[in-house]
């Protein structure tokens, strides 16, 4: 909704800039956070009762889908220029990315609210659970051009990525027999990992971030490299209305410093332990033998070797429609493939207030829920471009237990020129 803002070119390359110069500097640049749980509404699972919220366990496996995710997601921007040179724009951008994403199955859940009990005889599927904890640089070269009534943007990055820990289960299950009720494990999984500092026993060291010597060894380096594309087209159907396509974060990165995966597979059946077999005749109970019974029935290699993760796409369609001289209604549908697809729609409308002043509200549906209203601000007093933006602000100040995401931005840049003449509203 605020296509003036220079931030507005990572999602949809083909804006049309109100100035011909935008910079943003470390320290007042942009930073963003977004949250994700859509594993269940949180008021689906709980009831009040005699005033008292109690939550019901029960109610959570049914809430659950087959692979539910949690995510953190934290942008920093450090720097960018962009410059406005006859019909193109040219731009450069640094910026820091860290994500989180922690996938857990419906079955976990319901071995631990139900028991086993309530699975005899069947297969429990657990290869969903997952981890992807991803810290990288982007760095970026962009540009964008209009012809007639058609843009086109782009942009190319290079990636460097910092820290990495990744695990994607080929197949993780649990069959317990309907007779005597033993328990068969399968798994084959690889844990991924670079990039971590370690000891000299191999645990996570982070004493070594306090290392100044380090960390600026640890922020240069490009032993981790990877690359990205973005593109977007827009078409401009009237002087109102104009549509528009883009895809961005088509990219890898390929992890070889500091590299230390650990893979475990195999197959084995735990017949429970005889407890009362072994009372009744005064003998000891051996349960470290059972235990190395069963572990040695799985295969276990450590080794240093590089892999790939690959970023999470993005796709965004957009519509925008000029109501009035400063008021647009805008519609956007988005996804983001993480492993499965998570698409998301929203509508919202912005209203230009003076030369200075914009503000922008819109509603989404979201990771199953439609309660996510947007407020965004921003706020030009000379050439400081001043923005704020909250998607879901309702969830945590007035319904907190409808929590399933929430995004945040907040950030300054430097402004300077105009492609063209604003149109203020008059005083009246």
Not at 6 to 35: C, K, M, N
Not at 160 to 178: A, E, H, N, R, W
Not at 181 to 193: A, E, K, P, R, V
Not at 221 to 226: I, K
Request: glycine share 8%; proline share 5%.
């Amino acid at each position: 909704m605020f296509q003036n803002v220079f931030q507005s070119s990572y999602l949809i390359p083909t804006v049309r800039p109100e100035h011909t110069v935008s910079i943003g500097l470390p320290g007042i640049s942009s930073i963003y956070f977004q949250a994700i749980h859509n594993g269940f509404v949180p008021n689906s699972v709980v009831e009040w009762v005699d005033d008292t919220l109690r939550l019901s366990p029960g109610k959570i496996p049914n809430e659950l889908n087959h692979q539910n995710m949690i995510f953190a997601n934290a942008d920093i921007d450090l720097f960018h220029l962009r410059l406005r040179i006859y019909n193109w724009n040219y731009w450069i951008g640094v910026r820091q990315r860290h994500s989180l994403s922690l996938f857990y199955p419906r079955d976990l859940f319901r071995m631990a609210i139900f028991g086993n009990a309530d699975m005899v005889g069947e297969t429990m599927d657990l290869g969903s659970f997952g981890i992807n904890a991803n810290l990288h640089r982007e760095y970026t070269f962009g540009l964008s051009t209009e012809l007639n009534k058609w843009a086109f943007g782009g942009r190319i990055s290079l990636l460097q990525g910092l820290s990495c820990l990744y695990l994607k289960p080929q197949k993780i299950q649990v069959t317990i027999d309907d007779d005597v009720y033993d328990h068969t494990f399968t798994n084959d999984g690889t844990l991924y990992s670079a990039g971590i500092p370690l000891t000299s026993d191999m645990m996570p060291n982070g004493d070594l971030f306090s290392n100044t010597e380090w960390l600026t060894s640890y922020l240069t380096r490009f032993r981790n490299p990877g690359a990205s594309l973005a593109f977007g087209v827009s078409y401009m159907f009237d002087q109102r209305t104009t549509f528009s396509l883009s895809f961005s974060d088509i990219g890898f990165i390929q992890w070889s410093d500091s590299t230390l995966n650990y893979r475990i597979r195999g197959e084995s059946t735990f017949e429970g332990i005889d407890a009362l077999g072994g009372f009744l005749t005064g003998g000891d109970i051996d349960i470290d033998s059972t235990i190395n019974a069963f572990r040695n029935n799985f295969s276990d290699e450590e080794f240093e070797e590089a892999f790939i993760t690959w970023l999470p796409p993005k796709f965004y369609v957009s519509a925008n429609y000029q109501l009035a001289r400063r008021t647009h209604l805008g519609f956007q549908l988005y996804s983001i493939i993480n492993r499965k697809n998570y698409p998301a729609f929203s509508v919202g409308i912005s209203q230009g207030i003076g030369r200075a002043f914009n503000i922008a509200f819109t509603g989404s549906f979201n990771q199953r829920t439609i309660t996510n209203l947007g407020l965004g601000l921003m706020v030009k007093p000379g050439p400081l471009q001043i923005f704020l933006l909250a998607d879901n602000y309702y969830t945590p100040l007035v319904d907190p237990l409808s929590f399933t995401n929430l995004n945040f931005r907040f950030g300054i840049n430097l402004v300077f020129g105009r492609v063209k003449t604003p149109q203020g509203l008059p005083y009246r």
